[in-house]
């Protein structure tokens, strides 16, 4: 819940009709969900904002009345009944030009939109998703307790991993643990990538059985009301991995060692980026890290800014949060990724996440487990 003057929705809103003029136009009309939340505070899942230079407008309907008188005190209440579009909002404040979310809104409702007369309508790729990227104090404190959940789950993977045990069944383990540990629910489906899969960054847990000598990447996000967390460990299934495991693991380890000690406010997403590419290119592997360094992330799980090679023009605001992880990928073999969270201060990081990096799981240990039962 939010009040008045706990809140920085005042300075968003007023920062909105600074940038206007710079949109070229006299109000903006949200309905991502991510967006609509940052600007008002309001976390239904259904509703229209206009902030023009002298009103803060929410549309909603019946279902979350309420709730959006609690969360968004900033803003006027629209009331839509039943048979009411947003262009009813519209007709009423009849702007002139509006800036809508092309990202966001569907093809239809943007056809809706210009049945309004009078107003001129401009399609942005990004509204207000370049303020998102610097962090409240509370918005850090919220990431902050995502990421110790994750932390705590992450930690408990030598434990509950085994040799016959299916990736699924691993990942449905862990889901159920951050809900335990206080997850609101998952930032993303829990990835857990064993033995050649693991050369898929993104591969969807499946039923093959983890066996002694796989290399396993496991890579989730506790969602805490709404702000996420993102850990990836590697580990290895056994306590003598052969020297390829460790010349990939000890290569991936010093790529994310160089970006989290080189990194600092004012530097670009593809310098940084650089710091961890750098070292991977240098040992012959340029072609097996392909994907960027990391990403911001917060409301979203993937948000601005990106740590890339394609953000040379992206200056990492201090405040800003985001993940560093370099991953090294041979196809057949299998991969390594490590992925920590940090809070990108003037000076360099603060860390957010601090499981440790330990890749072993003694299969004698876990050999003598009984079968799960709930
Ligand atoms: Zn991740
Ligand atoms: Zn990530």
């Known amino acids: 819940m939010t009040t008045r003057n706990s809140t920085p929705i005042p300075a968003r809103i007023a920062r909105v009709r600074e940038t206007l003029a710079g949109w070229g136009v006299s109000a903006l009309l949200v309905n991502s969900p991510d967006n609509r939340r940052w600007l008002s505070g309001f976390t239904g899942s259904a509703g229209w904002l206009l902030v023009t230079p002298d009103q803060a407008l ?6 979350y009345w309420d709730q959006a008188q609690a969360q968004a005190p900033d803003f006027t209440l629209f009331r839509l009944k039943q048979e009411q579009k947003v262009t009813d909002m519209l007709a009423t404040i009849a702007p002139t030009s509006v800036a809508v979310e092309a990202n966001h809104l569907t093809l239809h409702g943007f056809k809706d939109l210009q049945k ?8 942005l790729e990004q509204t207000v998703e370049p303020f998102r990227m610097v962090k409240s104090p509370a918005e850090v404190a919220q990431i902050r307790a995502a990421a110790a959940i994750t932390d705590r789950v992450m930690s408990s993977v030598p434990a509950l991993a085994r040799p016959g045990q299916p990736e699924k069944e691993l990942a449905w383990l862990l889901e159920k643990s951050l809900r335990k540990n206080g997850a609101t629910g998952m930032a993303f489906p829990v990835i857990v990538a064993s033995g050649p899969n693991a050369a898929l960054p993104h591969h969807r847990p499946g039923d093959r059985a983890l066996q002694e000598g796989d290399t396993i990447v496991v890579d989730m996000g506790a969602a805490l009301d709404g702000y996420n967390s993102d850990l990836t460990r590697t580990f290895y299934l056994g306590e003598e991995p052969p020297q390829r495991f460790w010349d990939i693991y000890n290569l991936t380890l010093s790529a994310q060692t160089a970006a989290l000690g080189g990194m600092k406010a004012g530097m670009t997403g593809r310098e940084i980026d650089a710091l961890a590419r750098d070292v991977i290119a240098s040992a012959g592997h340029a072609d ?13 799980i993937h948000e601005d800014p990106r740590l890339s090679t394609r953000a040379e023009n992206d200056v990492i605001p201090a405040g800003a949060i985001t993940t560093v992880e370099p991953g090294v990928y041979l196809t057949g073999w299998g ?3 490590l992925e920590d969270l940090v809070l990108v201060t003037a000076d360099g990081i603060e860390r957010l996440s601090h499981c440790p990096k330990e890749p072993l799981i003694a299969v004698a240990a876990t050999n003598h487990q009984p079968p799960t039962t709930n």
């Open 58 to 63: 929410l549309a909603t309907d019946f279902r």
């Open 116 to 123: 309004v007369d009078g107003i001129e309508w401009k399609p």
């Open 288 to 300: 097996h890290f392909g994907h960027g360094l990391g990403h911001g992330v917060g409301l979203a």
């Open 335 to 337: 991969g390594v990724r």
